[in-house]
């Protein structure tokens, strides 16, 4: 993709982040860092893609451990959220 | 699988990401936010997982598993009180990533282009230079900020003379060596120089900011670990990294923005140097609280709580380091039982990180409808028989109306002092993070019940019920 194709869905996607954040009600401020914590760990796609490509020991050992981190933030930060979410649930839901 | 198909799925993933995001924003759609953004994730790994560039899969699937094995256990056995510190480690792993990606993928280029492959262009060096950057202080600036928050390192924050001048150079010298890999990509080892820079950098920043600021850091360390995913979408020309990573970067901005406003301050001014560092004015203390400050009993705060019909609950730290949240939910109960209407009234500072305090009380099982934002609150404090202050000092102190002449004037508080009774638990009646006297504890309408949190409200119920 050409750059100016990737600053522009760059660019959109800071806007869309902040209107679709600024609701967020202080209550939920803390599942929401952990949630979106967790979707910052897309990275993974990045690291999958840089250990199972074409590579040296040393990309390949990079790589594993940036597997390793990504999915600890992914998996851990999607499952805290959902512990967290659920004692959200009012009395009686 | 093509990469149109990858790239369709991709966009599948972002929108996913964005419809979670919204959902966030009500208690009542918020489990089923979470859950479609976990969804995008995983359509986002396994078409990743299926596409052409991926050709061995034993070290992805060990590190798959090793990672996912670690996060279950991290989430499953964290306690609620925990929260700020696992927020901030995760964090970390973020940032984590994105630098090593980031190398990985330079090296790569690196060996391609010795093969005779053109050189990289200006956009994959400024990506690979900006994820290794912000990925490196993302990382050890979380990791400062969970030693910190665990207890492993004091929570005060450590100045030194020359502070500010050491910071601006080591900032400085890592943007230096960012241009200079961005100029000199073929010389990978300048990106480790580049990295180790940002890591000290990282550490240098979180280092000099004390506990109660916290939760701008957590939210600032959560914008920075989008801000480097989307980088790192950059190194790759990956649409799906860029979106959830601005998208993630700008959230943790609004929050920064949000925590920074509760207390008044700039941005600047948490990052370099501010609270905490003088306390210029120890005098006044005396004469504040000489004589005018009225130690109560468990006892006397049942029998005015006997003929109150409203009392509002303000939390802070000392509530969750007391542990006495499950007690407040008890006597919230109590009093509930015998017709008195009990609200919360909650800081967006309250705590180590954003919302700290409404997770713990939720996880009491606390209905979400009686936690109250500040400005929801304020306007009813005249009217409201008491309020109990557990754990919170500046928050609630008075001087943070005037104008200037303290660290936390023009801070907003919440109005416990026009309450027709305060109570107050507290060991002691030492200053907050702010470090200056809080002259709540000396008025009229003000009790000071001394003790620790937990053990105060337990007596405080058996003496209500008697």
């Known amino acids: 993709m050409s750059l100016i194709g990737v600053i522009t869905i760059f660019a959109l996607a800071v806007f869309v982040g902040f209107e679709v954040i600024s609701k967020v009600p202080p209550i939920l401020h803390t599942p929401l860092m952990s949630g979106s914590n967790a979707i910052s760990g897309i990275t993974l796609i990045g690291a999958l893609l840089s250990a199972g490509g074409e590579r040296t020991t040393l990309t390949l050992i990079l790589g594993l451990i940036a597997i390793i981190c990504a999915t600890i933030n992914v998996v851990g930060g999607f499952l805290v959220t959902h512990r967290m979410l659920d004692k959200f649930r009012k009395r009686g839901d | ?466």
């Open chain 2, 1 to 466: 699988m093509s990469e149109t198909l990858t790239n369709y799925v991709y966009l599948i993933a972002a929108i996913l990401f964005i419809v979670g995001l919204k959902g966030l924003s009500h208690p009542r759609t918020a489990v089923r936010g979470n859950l479609l953004g976990s969804v995008g994730m995983l359509l986002a790994v396994v078409v990743t997982l299926l596409s052409r560039q991926i050709v061995s899969y034993p070290v992805i699937i060990i590190g798959l598993l090793a990672g996912s094995a670690i996060g279950v256990l991290l989430a499953l056995r964290i306690q609620m009180t925990a929260m700020p510190q696992l927020v901030g480690l995760f964090n970390g792993f973020g940032g984590a990533a994105s630098v090593l990606v980031a190398g990985a993928v330079l090296i790569g280029v690196v060996n391609l282009a010795s093969a005779g492959t053109p050189p990289p262009d200006l956009q994959f060096t400024i990506a690979t230079a900006a994820s290794g950057l912000i990925g490196a202080v993302t990382f050890w600036g979380s990791l400062i900020a969970f030693a910190k928050l665990q207890g492993i390192m004091t929570e005060k924050p450590l100045r030194y003379t020359g502070e500010q001048v050491v910071k601006v150079i080591v900032a400085l010298a890592a943007v230096g060596a960012g241009i200079w890999v961005i100029f000199e990509p073929g010389r990978t080892e300048l990106y480790w120089l580049l990295v180790g820079i940002s890591s000290l950098l990282g550490v240098l920043l979180v280092i000099a900011i004390g506990g109660a600021d916290m939760p701008i850091v957590i939210a600032l360390l959560n914008s920075y670990s989008g801000i480097a995913a989307a980088a790192t979408g950059f190194v790759l020309n990956n649409i799906v990294l860029i979106i959830a990573g601005s998208l993630v970067g700008a959230s943790g901005i609004i929050l920064t923005r949000i925590m920074c406003k509760a207390m008044n301050r700039s941005l600047a001014n948490v990052l370099f140097g501010g609270v905490g560092a003088v306390v210029e004015q120890a005098e006044g203390e005396e004469d504040m609280y000489a004589g005018k400050v009225k130690s109560t009993s468990p006892e006397e705060v049942a029998l005015v709580l006997q003929t109150a019909r409203r009392v509002v609950i303000v939390p802070g730290y000392g509530m969750a380091v007391a542990r006495a949240q499950t007690a407040v939910r008890q006597l919230t109960e109590l009093l509930e039982k015998n017709g008195v209407e009990v609200e919360f009234g909650i800081h967006p500072v309250a705590g180590r990180m954003p919302g700290h305090m409404n997770v713990l009380l939720a996880e009491e099982n606390i209905p979400y409808d009686k936690l109250k934002e500040m400005d929801q609150i304020n306007p009813t404090f005249p009217s409201t028989d008491m309020a109990i202050v557990i754990g919170a000092n500046d928050v609630v102190n008075p001087l943070a109306r005037k104008a200037s002449g303290t660290p936390i004037a023009g801070m907003p508080i919440l109005d416990v002092d026009k309450a027709q009774t305060v109570v107050v638990i507290k060991r002691s009646l030492s200053p907050g993070f702010a470090g200056i006297p809080n002259p709540l504890f000396a008025a009229d309408n003000t009790l000071m019940l001394f003790g620790d949190g937990k053990d105060a409200v337990e007596k405080l119920i058996s003496a209500y019920k008697e």
